[in-house]
């Protein structure tokens, strides 16, 4: 699993609610084999990001993961037409919008380690 800030932009709702639940998670960081429930967002994660780069017609190759079913194929298709449907809407406005996928933010500025 890649490396993750201590104050992560996914996780900020916890702890800008409970600031000590960022140490306290730090216990439970990469034990050996991690959770299977990390592991299957993870897969879906990767095929989400496969399935929007190809509606934007930009390279990719399929992930493989143990993980794939039906339900994750499906709910990747919903995220995909979601994230379209604001990417129709953003071409209302400019012409050719930037669209990152996956991005890792750099906000150190306001918290250390973001």
Known sequence: M???????ASSSKRWLSC???????EQFRDEPGGSVYAEEGTAAHALAEHKLKKALKRRSKRPVSDYH????????????????????LARQECK????????????SAYVPEG
């Open 19 to 25: 600031t000590p639940s960022a140490r306290l998670e």
């Open 69 to 88: 079913c039906d339900e994750m194929e499906e709910c990747t298709d919903g995220y995909v037409a979601f994230a379209m449907e604001q990417v129709e």
């Open 2 to 8: 890649g490396k993750h800030a201590l104050l992560s």
């Open 96 to 107: 050719d919008p930037i669209v990152l996928i996956e991005q890792r933010l750099d906000y």
